[in-house]
């Protein structure tokens, strides 16, 4: 049996739970952390304070930006993180067998007490090469920190940010429903999937366990199946149904509902458009509003959309309306999306006008079938009347790209500085402790992100700062801030006295990604041909960086 670690960590004057998928340990790491964290102890080099950066090199999905997400879910591993007996033991019988004894002796005594943790604010707009974590601490266990740090941060930022985009794309007032769990990468890809998306500007999930873990809103109507299991309305045993404020009762709800048919069929304005509907569907309908007669949204799309699901499902809602109730809508899950979806708003408004129903012509409009960003703008340049989008498998899945690529690199060590060089420049690290600044312009929007040794002074509001590509040297920029930004706050400050910052609850985090999203400028976030945002150094980090790497890097000889 495994032995489970108390969790329940103080911090900020409150509790930190363990992870949320108990599978998250230490465990959770790559085996070359641990024959490292061996070295350095055999060496006595395991307390050495060094400092690394978590950062990624390139915005996923051909766009210029990524929203950062995982923050908390590393916060709470930092938080419990402890090795159990079981998992020394395991350790032990995974290295080779010449290690000390006294290497799983310090394992066992092993915490992130020692170990600070500066972030950028969960749900930010964050771009390549900018530290979205830096981790400073004994260099061992700062390296068994490396893998699950990166696995908890770049799927939940690539579909985080995945979900801003089909946010962008189909506007602020569709509603978005994730609807991925059955698509999803197992359980964890689903749930994390489900979380990351709600933070990226989803309003709801199907996925009922996301639901209760973190407070998503929950959608969800019936499938294909529940349609076509039915054979006749002689299915329906009990048929009466209360109206909506209880003041009356209709003891045969399947005959309103065949009336309310009858007339849609030959009411002047729809006589001749359909003929004879599909029973068994009509049966369906009515027996589900029998259930849920509050929330009616039907799927219509089991038979024929406009010659039976769609006169269906207005007289099962024109029945529930004569009880007080207001159906929800429909969902269409195949067939031309843009054109059923007119279709569909036609039919609605003509019910409302013949009938005199007030609102009706408004019902709610759902498409589903295989969405994804490139779907959506489609349906937005050829015209539609969708309310609400349900998007599963490319989103979910992040079928467009298929990992963000975060990298964990060590920038210094007992207050050296480090660099990692090769001769692709964009995998050359940019040394040192560093701080990030944000610095905005006099529209309010962001122009640059700025880093700058730890011991420079800050930009200034109004005082003109030299901004420089880091490598590329003709690439540079004087600006003048409105608004400066520091980046980075403490999240974990070990046993440190440093003031931390709170995490905030996961609506909370929504809301600020969704009004920082929109505080960006529009050129950034188009989807072709986006405007690559700027991200520079200072002039004097820039020269320290081409110092270090000329200093570090090899001289050839000709021969």
Request: proline share 5%.
């Amino acid at each position: 049996m495994v032995e489970k670690v108390k969790a329940n960590c103080n911090y900020s004057g409150r509790v930190v739970e363990g992870p949320t998928n108990p599978i998250v340990t230490p465990l959770l790491t790559d085996l070359y952390q641990f024959t490292m964290a061996y070295a350095y102890w055999k060496a006595n080099k395991h307390q050495e304070r060094a400092v690394f950066d978590l950062y990624f090199r390139k915005n996923p999905f051909g766009g210029e930006y990524t929203v950062f997400a995982g923050l908390e879910e590393c916060i709470r591993l930092i938080a419990n993180f402890k090795f159990t007996e079981d998992d020394i033991s395991f350790i032990r019988e995974s290295l080779p067998g010449s290690c000390e004894d006294g290497f799983f002796d310090y394992l066992r005594g092993l915490d992130c007490s020692e170990v600070e943790v500066y972030a950028i604010a969960e749900g930010s707009a964050v771009f390549p090469k900018v530290p979205l974590l830096r981790i400073e601490g004994p260099i061992a266990v700062a390296q068994l920190l490396e893998t699950p740090l990166v696995n908890l941060i770049n799927f939940a930022s690539l579909v985080a940010t995945n979900a801003a985009r089909h946010r962008f794309v189909a506007g602020k007032s569709k509603s978005l429903l994730e609807f991925g769990l059955r698509r999803a990468q197992g359980p964890d890809g689903g749930l994390s999937a489900s979380k990351y998306c709600y933070l990226g500007g989803f309003d709801a999930t199907s996925n009922v366990a996301a639901g209760r873990l973190f407070g998503i809103p929950l959608r969800g109507t019936h499938s294909h199946a529940f349609v076509s299991s039915y054979m006749s309305p002689d299915e329906i045993i009990d048929k009466s149904l209360q109206s909506a404020d209880g003041s009356s009762s209709c003891e045969d709800f399947v005959s309103s509902v065949q009336t309310w048919i009858n007339k849609i069929q030959w009411s002047n304005s729809l006589r001749g458009s359909f003929g004879e509907t599909n029973h068994s569907e009509l049966a369906a309908f009515t027996s589900y509003a029998l259930a849920f007669p509050r929330s009616f949204l039907a799927l219509v799309d089991t038979y024929d959309v406009m010659r039976s699901g769609i006169p269906n499902f207005c007289a099962v809602a024109l029945a529930l309306n004569d009880l007080g109730y207001k159906a929800v809508g429909i969902r269409l899950d195949s067939g031309d999306l843009a054109y059923l979806s007119c279709e569909s708003r036609k039919f609605f408004s003509t019910i409302e006008k013949e009938f005199g129903v007030p609102g009706f012509g408004k019902m709610g409009i759902t498409a589903s079938n295989d969405l994804n960003e490139e779907t959506l703008d489609a349906l937005n340049k050829q015209g539609h009347e969708v309310d609400s989008y349900g998007i599963g498998t490319y989103l979910v899945t992040c079928y467009a790209q298929a990992a963000l690529g975060c990298v964990f690199k060590l920038v210094e060590i007992n207050n050296q500085p480090r660099i990692k060089l090769s001769e692709d420049v964009s995998k050359v690290s940019i040394p040192c402790k560093k701080r990030s600044y944000r610095l905005y312009g006099r529209e309010g929007y962001p122009l640059v992100d700025i880093m700058t040794g730890e011991n420079e002074p800050s930009p200034k509001v109004g005082e003109r700062i030299l901004c420089r590509h880091p490598f590329n040297e003709s690439k540079r920029a004087y600006v003048v801030p409105q608004q400066v930004e520091e980046l980075l706050k403490c999240y974990w400050p070990g046993s440190s006295d440093k003031p931390r910052e709170d995490l905030p609850p996961l609506k909370d985090i929504r809301d600020s990604c969704i009004k920082q999203l929109e505080r960006m400028r529009p050129d950034h976030m188009r989807r072709l041909n986006p405007t690559p945002y700027k991200v520079s150094v200072s002039a004097k980090l820039y020269d320290f960086i081409h110092f270090l790497w000329l200093n570090e890097a090899p001289v050839g000889e000709l021969q």
